[in-house]
């Protein structure tokens, strides 16, 4: 099953940047969009054939907004959480299905200044409690924009960034909590998926802002991930990694510190061959 997650930022403006094609190459069985600014109807939405459209739009024209296509008749479809404070954005929408429930989200932001960091907070009480009550039904599946930077890698610059919308410490703990009480089983995107997933948009911005070095160093980095995911992928996924993914990416990070660009491709080679010979009995650096 492919599940997609999308904050549009303004869905008509993105159906003139490749949205149908997108969606036309990609087919997934569910598509959840964030930030719609939209209403049903407002614009043709050229999906491949059979698909079913579901709405939550804000009463706030051109503000906030979710869609959901997916490919599968639900069971049932929610939109809000039951609760009037929160229920006129438009930020959340669920879908039954026999098997499991699919929640789309997007979290309030907590605005400039703070200014909504209470709601916010409200929000994050209330959704929790939300996501557990489906959760005590059947398995819960949850994507979306939750308008936080969890930890301090998903960030470039954590530091200047704290206390900034989105990254104080009152809605990090919020995630803690709703990770803690409704999921169990955890995956980290980044070793997982290599550091391009972070790292290209940085470089870009990089780019964008004039700092040409640094955002060299990061393409470059991205490149190496690339590589190294690639060589890895296939055992990963069987549970069989020549090297765990964070064992590679602190490799190529000591190299960079140690030797520069060059040290990022030598060190996680020589670390992967030295565990090749490790594992053929050749030398033993560790049990």
């Known amino acids: 099953m492919k599940l997609i997650s999308w904050n549009v930022n303004g869905l008509r403006a993105c159906l003139g940047k490749g949205f149908p094609d997108f969606v036309k190459k990609e087919l997934p069985d569910i598509?959840?969009?964030?930030?719609?600014?939209?209403e049903e109807g407002q614009a043709q939405i050229p999906l491949p054939p059979g698909y079913h459209s579901?709405?939550?739009?804000?009463?706030?024209?051109?503000y906030s907004g979710t869609a959901v296509f997916t490919r599968a008749e639900p069971l049932a479809v929610t939109r809000g959480m039951g609760i009037d404070r929160h229920d006129h954005e438009g930020r959340l929408l669920t879908l039954e299905f026999?098997?499991?429930w699919f929640v789309n989200?997007?979290?309030?932001?907590?605005?400039?200044?703070l200014a909504r960091l209470d709601y916010r907070m409200e929000w994050e009480e209330d959704f929790?409690?939300?996501?557990?009550?489906?959760?005590?039904?059947?398995?819960?599946?949850?994507?979306?924009?939750?308008n936080v930077a969890h930890q301090d890698i998903d960030l470039k610059n954590p530091g200047p960034n704290r206390n900034s919308a989105g990254f104080t410490q009152?809605?990090?703990?919020?995630?803690?909590?709703l990770l803690a009480a409704v999921f169990t089983a955890l995956v980290d995107a980044l070793p997982v998926l290599g550091t391009g997933t972070v790292l290209f948009p940085w470089a870009l911005g990089c780019f964008l802002m004039g700092n040409m070095e640094q955002g060299l160093a990061l393409l470059v980095l991205y490149a190496v991930g690339l590589i190294v995911h690639t060589l890895l992928e296939p055992r990963l996924l069987a549970g069989q990694a020549d090297l765990p993914p964070i064992t590679?990416?602190?490799?190529?990070?000591?190299?960079?510190?140690?030797?520069?660009?060059?040290?990022m491709i030598l060190f996680p080679v020589v670390l992967l061959l030295l565990k090749q010979f490790q594992d053929a009995g050749v030398i033993h650096l560790w049990k």
């Open 54 to 62: 579901y709405w939550n739009s804000a009463e706030k024209k051109g």
């Open 98 to 100: 026999p098997d499991f």
């Open 170 to 177: 009152q809605e990090r703990d919020k995630l803690t909590a």
């Open 128 to 146: 929790r409690r939300y996501l557990v009550g489906l959760d005590g039904k059947k398995p819960v599946i949850v994507c979306g924009d939750m």
């Open 31 to 38: 598509l959840a969009l964030q930030e719609v600014k939209m």
């Open 248 to 263: 590679a990416l602190l490799a190529m990070y000591l190299g960079f510190r140690f030797l520069g660009v060059g040290g």
């Open 105 to 113: 989200v997007y979290t309030p932001n907590s605005q400039q200044e």
